[in-house]
């Protein structure tokens, strides 16, 4: 109980609080034959004062007052005078209410009612707050009664940002004032309000929010407020296309189901049975209305009308970064295709926060088909065996990671001093948790913002540092700041074709496909995807991982490795049932259940118990089963898998895989063994 | 300084409050005890000891609590229904695996009447809008399995609309976050599948920030003292969005356990205070979240 000491009580304080009982008890029952038989005399009425000033949490009370207001307005002659002194009486039995228990959510709501009856002054409202922010500065029911009066008076924005002025500067741990004001203020600057444009106005919000967090490093209320300030700064609201597969420039080296013969295969080889291949597009943020109107595709390749969009995303949501159509192409006709895309052809595109796409960015590829070879590889992957090391030249990788980025924002000069001059703020901070962790932030941020590829890398290291000082520093966090430095790293590896190279492998096994190596690296997080797009095959064994979110926007992927992570269920590869292409998956020596709490089961596209699936011949014959393994079931059976590995997983046995085989029917090697027969 | 979950002291502790009706603290809280029935049955059935409890008793008071016109259910007998209390009672029927006592069509449209236009959720008639709200009727319609009788689309958008710049959510739009309606709103988007609508880097860094480095308890904004209950509502919170790895599990487990009352049994909100039903029960909750070992 909040404020009641621990404490055993002595037998006088039980016989009193006996007495108060009964005493309540007795008051209780007669309010509620008054409430029951609809009794609003002045008597009884005057009784549920009592209750209520003994109990303000007595709900029923505070409807039978309200039923009873309503009746003696209803009998009186609408005399303004009368009206009036009701109704004060009722704020006298709130604002007493309120002495007892300011939290009580049934006065603050009679207040509200009270007022909305429309005959009050509310002249006195904001004293009455102004009391209670004395009392309680964090007193989230007072600040949102203040909401509902300032709504009411229709006090300006200004007005109110200027009370969060005070309050602040009076003391500045005061989070409700900081989130009062990035409320106002994000309002304003959306507005494009006189004297509040960003350029200006963001960095006297950068000085104002210092004084909070270099007082006292350690007081919370400061560092949420900066994290929006530099959302701010970095977020251009115009959504802007990131990279796409194929990229502008590339050529594409397309064939049948057989795969090329021999010839060592560049970057850009893709087979496919299907006979299309995918075009994926990665916006910098989450945009609607991708469609054959608003990207039109201009190419000689036979078989393409109307191409249908898809958004890579949960299944309810319209919007997603990522975006896939397939273009078709026949094999048995070789010839080099020029295809030609214009993103935002027409107006349509839209991020989720409402802005539009804005000029309409063109990129061209070449699509070779070649002929088709009937020798097909069927053999079995293997992770360690047939790797050679990748020697090409740079510009073809070059082309793959260069993000050809428009800068729609003419005011990237403000936002590029803004950050450096936070830059040296934060330097002087450095010995302090919120020091070090708005430093990494500040230059990752500026990593973001610098295009020139000399100047990159350097201060990766600097980064990469900070995080491994603070999982020193504030163990408690620990995994919060390896998930970042793992980001940090991956952006490193793909900043340049010269560090990316390194991890790049070209496997025998598959006629020279080239295989991205990240393996023994420690990653516990994905990241940098939007520049890994033409990967088809990724080792990521022996790391941290516990999710594949992020993969979903590798469509070319057919080969996955991630065994020896820390994957602790199917649920957390909900995102590969977007990775048609993926033929290959080896989650061997996980966790897979190990656990009995599931942490990723609601963010999967799966439904829950209550919602309507329609099961397969499998789900019908295996109802138990299902219910067992319903995460492995729903990922597994929305996959075309020729080779799995489960093996070294606490769900590994004779009943799963023999469940695997029934939801995979077109599964070649299980475990390392081949299948069927 | 305690180092296992005392389960036969709280088992015992929640037997004898239900006994105690005429206490004071028991009858100034009379109007929530649909709440506390839940709170206590739930921590007997986490500890295994449902079976402690008389069943036809306890859903047969459940029974007397429901409005014969309204079709919800009050906190006691002879109060006002609320959506509060219809949830909670909902929860004990399931509990006790007797939701088919229950007239569905009549208790889920009490609460569909509740949605307003713009999505959100009354608590009853007279009107209070609060995010939480949306959390009890979702959360209630799913378990009586008629989410269809609400606008779950408009539902979503007024739960988005309470979405703050610090990633979290209010109870209203505009107002501050706080652990509890954090909970609130993530288990209504979790429900309904919509948790694309979470920034789960952005919240997930605010709820492992509730963390209190010398007790190692959650507390529910900046700022703000520790408290039992928290470990359920930023907990959970934390699981849904996929971001638990960032906060420190044993340092819970053990401010949880050092809220035990070793003598009387129960769990408090801190080592120092009073122990209630409430707090024992949060506190229970959390630890099984926990996969604790120590029970």
Not at chain 1, 101 to 124: E, M, Q, T
Not at chain 1, 555 to 565: A, E, G, K, M, V
Not at chain 2, 81 to 106: E, G, M, N, R, W
């Amino acid at each position: 109980m909040h404020g009641r000491p621990r404490k055993a009580s002595k037998p006088e304080e039980e016989a009193a609080s006996a007495a108060k009982a009964v005493k309540l008890r007795s008051l209780q029952s007669q309010f509620m034959t008054n409430h029951h038989d609809k009794i609003y005399t002045n008597e009884a009425i005057e009784l549920s004062t009592k209750l209520l000033e003994i109990n303000p949490e007595a709900y029923t009370a505070w409807n039978y007052r309200k039923l009873a207001v309503e009746d003696c307005l209803s009998r009186i002659e609408s005399d303004p005078n009368l009206v009036n002194s009701i109704l004060d009486e009722e704020l006298r039995v709130v604002e007493s209410a309120l002495r007892q228990n300011f939290k009580s959510y049934g006065a603050w709501h009679h207040r509200k009612w009270v007022l909305s009856k429309g005959h009050s002054s509310i002249g006195d409202e904001l004293k009455l707050l102004d009391k209670f922010q004395r009392l309680d500065s964090r007193n989230f029911h007072a600040w949102n009664y203040r909401r509902f009066v300032v709504e009411l008076t229709n006090r300006s924005e200004q007005d109110e940002l200027h009370y969060t002025d005070d309050m602040i500067n009076n003391n500045f741990s005061n989070y409700s004032a900081w989130h009062n004001r990035s409320v106002l203020l994000s309002s304003l600057l959306a507005q494009n309000a006189d004297g509040f444009m960003p350029n200006e106005r963001i960095p006297d919000e950068y000085d104002l929010v210092h004084s909070a967090i270099f007082t006292d490093p350690d007081d919370q209320s400061g560092w949420f407020y900066h994290l929006w300030l530099l959302d701010q700064t970095l977020n251009v609201e115009t959504p802007l296309l990131t990279s796409s597969w194929p990229s502008h420039g590339s050529t594409v080296s397309l064939s049948g189901a057989g795969c090329l013969n021999g010839s060592s295969s560049k970057f850009t080889t893709f087979c496919s049975e299907s006979g299309s291949f995918p075009l994926i597009l990665y916006f910098d943020q989450a945009v609607g209305g991708v469609s054959s109107s608003t990207v039109t595709t201009d190419s000689e390749l036979k078989g393409n009308g109307d191409l249908v969009w898809e958004p890579i995303s949960y299944k309810n949501s319209q919007v997603s970064c990522v975006w896939v159509t397939h273009l078709k192409y026949v094999s048995s006709d070789p010839c080099e295709y020029k295809v030609k895309i214009r993103v935002g052809n027409s107006p349509g595109i839209v991020s989720s926060r409402g802005h539009n796409f804005s000029a309409p960015y063109e990129f061209v590829f070449t699509a070779h088909v070649h002929d088709t070879v009937k020798d097909s590889q069927e053999g079995i992957v293997s992770w360690t065996d047939g790797f050679d090391i990748w020697d090409a030249k740079s510009k073809d990788l070059n082309s793959l990671i260069t993000l050809d980025q428009l800068e729609a924002e003419i005011d990237f000069k403000w936002r590029q001093e803004a950050i450096d001059s936070e830059v040296e703020c934060f330097g002087i901070l450095s010995d302090s948790k919120i020091g070090k962790l708005t430093l990494a932030r500040l230059l990752m941020a500026r990593e973001a913002m610098v295009s020139d590829d000399a100047v990159k890398g350097v201060r990766y290291e600097e980064i990469l540092q900070l995080y491994n000082d603070l999982m020193a520093l504030d163990s408690s966090h620990y995994q919060y700041y390896k998930d970042e430095h793992s980001v940090a790293f991956l952006h490193k590896v793909t900043s340049s074709s010269e560090s990316l190279s390194r991890h790049l492998f070209r496997y025998r096994g598959m006629n020279n496909l080239v295989c991205l190596r990240l393996n023994n690296l420690s990653l516990s997080r994905i990241a940098s995807v939007e520049k890994l797009l033409f990967v088809q095959m990724l080792d990521l064994s022996h790391n941290e991982l516990h999710s594949t979110e992020g993969l979903e926007a590798m469509q070319l992927l057919s080969c996955l490795n991630l065994s020896h992570n820390r994957i602790r269920s199917f649920s957390a590869l909900d995102s590969l049932r977007h990775v048609k292409q993926l033929k290959v998956l080896d989650v061997s020596h996980n966790h897979i259940g190990k656990h009995s709490v599931d942490t990723t089961r609601y963010l999967c596209s799966s439904p829950l118990s209550n919602s309507e699936w329609s099961p397969d011949d499998v789900g019908r014959q295996n109802p138990g089963l299902v219910t067992k393994y319903w995460d492995a079931y729903f990922v597994l059976r929305d996959l075309n898998l020729k080779q799995l590995d489960i093996a070294g997983n606490e769900i590994s046995g004779n009943e799963f895989s023999s469940f695997v085989l029934q939801i995979v029917p077109k599964l070649v090697w299980l475990d390392g063994q081949k299948l069927g027969n | 300084m305690a180092d296992k979950l005392e389960a036969d002291k709280h088992v015992r502790y929640i037997l004898m409050a239900e006994k105690k009706k005429e206490s004071f603290e028991s009858v100034v809280m009379d109007h929530l005890r649909m709440n506390g029935a839940y709170w206590g049955l739930t921590t007997l059935d986490l500890l295994d000891k449902l079976g402690s409890v008389s069943q036809d008793e306890v859903v047969s008071w459940v029974m007397t609590c429901q409005h014969e016109s309204a079709g919800g259910f009050a906190g006691n007998t002879g109060h006002d229904p609320h959506v509060i209390y219809t949830l909670s009672a909902v929860q004990i029927l399931a509990l006790f695996d007797k939701l088919s006592i229950l007239d569905v069509q009549k208790v889920s449209s009490y609460i569909a009447g509740l949605q307003n236009e713009d999505g959100s959720f009354s608590g009853d008639i007279w009107g209070e809008v609060d995010t939480r709200f949306s959390y009890i009727a979702i959360c209630c319609l799913s378990i009586l399995k008629c989410l269809d009788k609400i606008n779950v689309e408009k539902a979503v958008d007024y739960i988005v609309s309470c979405k703050n710049l610090d990633g979290g959510f209010g109870c209203t739009p505009g107002a501050e976050s706080h652990a509890g309606q954090i909970f609130c709103c993530v288990g209504a988007l979790a429900i309904t599948g919509n948790l694309h609508h979470v920034d789960k880097d952005l919240l997930g860094w605010w709820l492992c920030e509730r963390q209190d480095y010398e007790s190692g308890g959650l507390n529910g904004r900046p700022e703000k003292l520790p408290d039992v209950c928290y470990s359920w509502w930023v907990l959970s919170s934390l699981i849904m969005i996929d971001r638990v790895h960032w906060i420190e599990n044993g340092k819970i487990v053990k401010f949880i356990l050092d809220c035990q009352d070793m003598d009387n049994g129960g769990i408090s909100d801190n080592p120092k205070d009073a122990v209630d039903i409430f707090h024992t029960y949060f506190g229970v909750a959390g630890l099984s979240l926990l996969e604790s070992k120590n029970n």
